[in-house]
Protein backbone atom coordinates (compact mmCIF):
# COMPACT_ATOMS: atom_id res chain seq x y z
CA UNK A 1 0.00 0.00 0.00
CA UNK A 2 1.19 3.47 -0.68
CA UNK A 3 0.92 5.71 1.52
CA UNK A 4 1.84 9.97 0.76
CA UNK A 5 1.89 12.30 3.65
CA UNK A 6 1.84 16.05 2.94
CA UNK A 7 3.45 18.51 5.81
CA UNK A 8 4.51 22.07 5.84
CA UNK A 9 1.67 24.62 5.28
CA UNK A 10 0.35 27.34 7.24
CA UNK A 11 -0.43 30.85 7.15
CA UNK A 12 2.38 33.58 5.75
CA UNK A 13 1.69 37.18 4.82
CA UNK A 14 2.46 38.21 1.01
CA UNK A 15 6.11 38.07 -0.25
CA UNK A 16 6.83 35.05 2.09
CA UNK A 17 8.50 31.90 2.17
CA UNK A 18 7.17 28.30 2.54
CA UNK A 19 8.78 25.12 1.96
CA UNK A 20 6.17 21.63 1.47
CA UNK A 21 7.71 18.37 2.29
CA UNK A 22 5.95 15.00 0.92
CA UNK A 23 6.68 11.91 2.18
CA UNK A 24 6.01 8.67 -0.15
CA UNK A 25 6.09 4.90 1.08
CA UNK A 26 4.53 1.45 -0.01
CA UNK A 27 6.68 1.71 -3.42
CA UNK A 28 10.04 1.98 -5.21
CA UNK A 29 9.73 5.77 -4.72
CA UNK A 30 13.28 6.59 -7.09
CA UNK A 31 11.11 5.08 -9.57
CA UNK A 32 8.40 7.39 -10.00
CA UNK A 33 7.55 11.00 -11.13
CA UNK A 34 6.31 13.14 -8.60
CA UNK A 35 4.08 16.42 -8.43
CA UNK A 36 2.75 18.70 -6.57
CA UNK A 37 -1.81 20.34 -7.32
CA UNK A 38 -3.08 22.86 -6.09
CA UNK A 39 -6.94 23.73 -4.63
CA UNK A 40 -8.48 26.97 -3.80
CA UNK A 41 -11.82 27.55 -2.63
CA UNK A 42 -14.58 27.12 -4.87
CA UNK A 43 -11.87 26.26 -7.55
CA UNK A 44 -10.67 22.81 -9.87
CA UNK A 45 -7.48 21.13 -8.22
CA UNK A 46 -4.48 22.59 -10.55
CA UNK A 47 -1.09 21.46 -11.58
CA UNK A 48 1.86 22.85 -9.78
CA UNK A 49 4.66 21.83 -10.65
CA UNK A 50 6.47 18.03 -10.99
CA UNK A 51 9.76 16.67 -11.26
CA UNK A 52 10.57 13.60 -13.03
CA UNK A 53 11.90 9.94 -11.07
CA UNK A 54 15.73 11.31 -10.89
CA UNK A 55 15.12 14.98 -10.48
CA UNK A 56 16.40 16.22 -14.09
CA UNK A 57 12.94 17.06 -15.97
CA UNK A 58 11.04 19.56 -14.22
CA UNK A 59 7.56 21.21 -15.15
CA UNK A 60 6.04 24.29 -13.10
CA UNK A 61 2.29 25.75 -14.16
CA UNK A 62 3.26 29.10 -15.97
CA UNK A 63 1.25 30.96 -12.21
CA UNK A 64 4.39 30.11 -10.38
CA UNK A 65 8.10 30.03 -12.38
CA UNK A 66 10.21 32.07 -10.88
CA UNK A 67 8.75 31.52 -7.65
CA UNK A 68 8.21 27.84 -6.81
CA UNK A 69 10.84 25.09 -6.91
CA UNK A 70 10.23 21.74 -6.64
CA UNK A 71 13.02 19.33 -5.86
CA UNK A 72 13.12 15.62 -4.77
CA UNK A 73 15.48 13.37 -2.10
CA UNK A 74 15.12 9.80 -3.17
CA UNK A 75 16.88 8.76 -0.30
CA UNK A 76 14.55 10.05 2.28
CA UNK A 77 11.61 9.39 -0.33
CA UNK A 78 10.74 12.62 0.03
CA UNK A 79 9.64 15.30 -1.98
CA UNK A 80 10.00 19.32 -1.57
CA UNK A 81 7.94 22.65 -2.81
CA UNK A 82 10.05 25.60 -2.13
CA UNK A 83 7.23 28.31 -1.99
CA UNK A 84 9.11 31.71 -2.10
CA UNK A 85 7.44 35.42 -2.97
CA UNK A 86 3.84 34.13 -2.07
CA UNK A 87 0.72 35.68 -3.03
CA UNK A 88 -2.63 35.70 -1.15
CA UNK A 89 -4.12 33.72 -4.62
CA UNK A 90 -1.39 30.93 -4.12
CA UNK A 91 -3.75 30.16 -1.12
CA UNK A 92 -5.01 26.74 -1.65
CA UNK A 93 -4.99 23.04 -0.31
CA UNK A 94 -1.73 21.84 -1.52
CA UNK A 95 -1.35 18.06 -2.65
CA UNK A 96 1.45 15.50 -3.99
CA UNK A 97 0.78 12.98 -5.85
CA UNK A 98 3.16 9.67 -7.23
CA UNK A 99 3.23 9.40 -11.00
CA UNK A 100 1.85 5.72 -12.50
CA UNK A 101 5.52 6.34 -14.19
CA UNK A 102 8.90 8.07 -14.37
CA UNK A 103 8.39 11.11 -16.46
CA UNK A 104 7.31 14.22 -14.92
CA UNK A 105 3.84 14.98 -16.58
CA UNK A 106 1.07 18.14 -16.00
CA UNK A 107 -1.81 15.25 -16.52
CA UNK A 108 -3.81 14.86 -12.97
CA UNK A 109 -4.71 11.70 -14.63
CA UNK A 110 -1.51 10.44 -14.91
CA UNK A 111 -1.21 10.32 -11.15
CA UNK A 112 -2.57 7.02 -9.23
CA UNK A 113 -2.06 8.22 -5.25
CA UNK A 114 -2.68 11.21 -3.25
CA UNK A 115 -2.00 12.59 0.04
CA UNK A 116 -4.46 13.98 2.31
CA UNK A 117 -3.25 17.78 1.40
CA UNK A 118 -1.86 20.73 3.44
CA UNK A 119 -3.10 23.87 3.84
CA UNK A 120 -1.33 27.01 2.14
CA UNK A 121 -2.72 30.71 3.56
CA UNK A 122 -1.51 33.28 2.38
CA UNK A 123 -2.75 36.86 3.77
CA UNK A 124 -2.49 40.20 2.04
Known amino acids: QVHVVESGGGLVQAGGSLRLSCAAS????????MGWFRQAPGKEREFVAA????????YYADSVKGRFTISRDNAKNTVYLQMNSLKPEDTGVYYCAVAKGPAATRKEYEYDYWGQGTQVTVSS
Open 51 to 58: ISWGGGIR
Open 26 to 33: GRTFSNYA
